[in-house]
């Protein structure tokens, strides 16, 4: 038997995952997201690109990829975006060679992202893991868009109503979360990005590779 | 609308899992099921019926099912067994409505069980997380099963054997999990019963029905 001793564990985690955390506006996925960068070490945020301009104390790779609209559009035309968007005038998009260099060092990367902007991360990234932040209730949901307070009513009907068509569109994620409270919302994730790691697909071919080699 | 206070935590996971541990000889199911007993207060262990006589101290429905040979027979016949095997002239089964009730009861239960064991729950039981337990190396595997002391050096060649043609049924299961050490192996475990919960195949049938209700 040659190799014999060569490590299982070594076969089985040398990728990260790219985790992708979506859900409807209000549901809170930037307060699960900070909550995450706080208790996880070795997570790493996915960075936008963007053609808005920085705002002061805005560091360039780090709150954002600032890029002038030439760039931007020639990232586009190099299919260099997992997704992307135009907002108030400027484009917003998540850069695939970021996503895929932090996974190449063995780092898992989390991308927080409204409902469609994911399925267009999917359409390009089917590998990633696709998680759905749901509200503990959709009263509560109202309750969440309501204590902003810088809503209409007209404007907060128009959001729950977005936010319940956007819940059908769970079928299209792996995984959904009930953000009833924070910490129990990341250590769900947390033990998703475990899981994950372990399953089958994503070490066979390895194990594989390993067996014919013994 | 109505019923939008409902709460959605409550029809994510009313159901438990059946995770089913499996794994070559040597490996350490045994070890690692203990600890899990241990440390875990949700977990039920599935057990198991026979024909053989209790020894001292065993208890009818804590330790085994024990039952007469036609009681066994009969439960075969009734397809009230996940699967069944002939060891020493004695049955050992295990029995469908222990795994069902637990589950019903919302409760986890984990089924530890060799490789061609588990592969049978998988046929009449699809619904089960079958995990595989892989020795941190064939080196360690060999060292575990030498270290019992009980057996020859054919017997010892012949396992090894075994266990590597067992190491490629890994791609049947969900799973793989490296056992290089007891309380990491079943942090593992523990993550996957997590992240299994919140699957999106296990809860969208209850959130679309929910949906439909508001």
Redesign the interface.
Known sequence: ?IM??????DL?SDKGILMVLSGPSGVGKGTVCAALRKSTNDLVYSVSATTREPRQGEVDGVNYFFRTKEQFLQMIADDELLEWAEYVGNYYGTPRYFVEEVLASGKDIILEIEVQGALKVKHKFPEGVF??L???????L?NRIETRGTESEESIRNRMSVA?AE??L??H??????N?EVEAAC??I???L???R???ER??HK??KW?DE?
Chains 1, 2 share one sequence.
Not at 134 to 140: G, I, K, N, T
Not at 173 to 178: E, G, H, L, R
């Open positions: 038997m014999t001793n060569k490590k299982v564990a089985v998680t759905f749901l509200p503990p209730s959709l009263d509560e109202q319940k819940m059908r769970l079928e994620y792996d995984y959904a979360i009930v009833d250590r769900r947390q033990s998703i475990v899981a994950e372990c399953r089958q070490v066979l194990i594989k067996m013994v």
